[in-house]
């Protein structure tokens, strides 16, 4: 194992494995949405949907694992920097929460719930918080296992402790970007203090792998044992559905209770996640240079497309409000698919324009 890893950095430049990781965790993000506000409240498709929908969880750790270890790659790693980028984050999270307000009030929401849309909680707040506190760490001298350190802690006091409910609903709000808070019509996606874990992880693992002698070798040992431990954990999962298994179908606040995972969760979704990597690595040497040269554009745009695509899904779900289609499994499949493809082709676009706007 020793000649498996280099006491210097040999293994710079972009990562594609973690970019075909970004891209399926940002297209899953997507399919994700657009069940929960374009199918409306109940979704029930049987065994499939169910299964599906848990499978997908994975697929925002899976951004904030490759975030973790964007973190570590980026030339831009002052705690300036740092700060900077996510303010930035946190600002455009603020243009989501600004278009659901919209979205909200504009369907007849009363205005004090709906103004709880400005204080809500998305991975963009997450990811800001995230890159605020590791600037922080790292003027402060934290190594990357001391980060994980603190994730893991983090982690297990959440774990135990009861949701927090505050008597003032938008403090409550604003406090379910730290921790998980509960009340009426509070809703608190990826409270920082249970998921700050899987970005540290991916910082020490991307630290590693910038030490790579042999990243077919490192793939194929992550390979051999996440994918035995992967199915163990799943079907242990589905049998005593404790933990993120423990509700699956029913209503989208329902469904909204994955996102306060415990630690026992995150351990699966690590697994997860290295399996997922060691999978795109392979894949990545197989296709086509036109295919992995589509994957590094996407990847770059994926803050664009997250966006975008929260711009169609709330304007789709406020406009069916009027015309009240009668929704079919294949109109639902090609309003995802025109979702997904207006969402890249529109984030392209906005990168030439910007690029265009530079060079002159």
């Not at 409270?191 to 630290?207: D, H, K, R, S």
């Not at 997922?276 to 664009?304: E, M, W």
């Amino acid at each position: 194992m020793s000649k498996l890893f280099s006491n210097i950095d040999v293994n710079d430049g972009r990562q594609i494995e973690w970019d075909y990781a970004k891209v399926f965790a940002i297209f899953a993000m997507i399919f994700v949405h657009f069940l929960a506000f374009c199918t409306f409240s109940q979704i029930d498709y049987g065994y499939v949907e169910e299964y599906l929908f848990i499978l997908t969880q994975s697929s925002a750790p899976i951004f904030m694992f490759a975030m973790g270890i964007g973190m570590v790659y980026t030339r831009h790693d002052s705690t300036k920097e740092f700060i900077v980028r996510g303010i930035k984050l946190l600002l455009l999270g603020l243009v989501i929460n600004t278009m659901y307000f919209l979205s909200n009030y504009a369907a007849g929401v009363p205005l004090e719930y709906s103004l709880l849309s400005f204080l809500a909680n998305d991975i963009l707040q997450f990811a800001g918080i995230t890159v605020i506190v590791v600037g922080i760490f790292k003027k402060l001298g934290l190594s990357y296992t001391q980060m994980l350190l603190v994730g893991i802690s983090l982690s297990l006091i959440v774990s135990y402790h009861p949701d927090v409910t505050l008597h003032n609903m938008y403090l409550n709000q604003l406090l379910g970007n730290f921790i998980e808070t509960t009340g009426q019509n509070i809703v608190s996606c990826f409270p920082f203090l249970n998921w700050f874990i899987i970005p540290a992880a991916g910082m020490l693992f991307g630290n590693d792998l910038k030490r790579c002698n042999d990243k077919d070798k490192l793939y194929k040992l992550i390979l051999r044992y996440t994918s035995i431990t992967t199915i163990i954990l799943l079907i242990l999962g589905f049998i005593t559905r404790e933990g993120m298994f423990a509700i699956t179908g029913g209503t989208v606040p329902e469904k909204l209770s994955y996102l306060h995972l415990s630690t026992q969760d995150i351990i699966l979704l690590i697994v997860i996640i290295l399996l997922a990597g060691s999978l795109f690595y392979f894949l990545s040497k197989r296709a086509s240079p036109k295919i992995n040269n589509f994957i590094t554009r996407t990847s770059k745009n994926v803050t664009s497309i997250y966006l975008i695509q929260w711009a169609l899904i709330l304007s789709l779900t406020y406009i069916n409000q009027f015309i009240d289609v009668e929704s079919n499994m294949i109109l639902r499949i090609l309003t995802f698919l025109a979702v997904i493809i207006f969402s890249v082709v529109m984030a392209e676009g906005y990168q030439k324009i910007k690029s265009h706007i530079r060079r002159h």
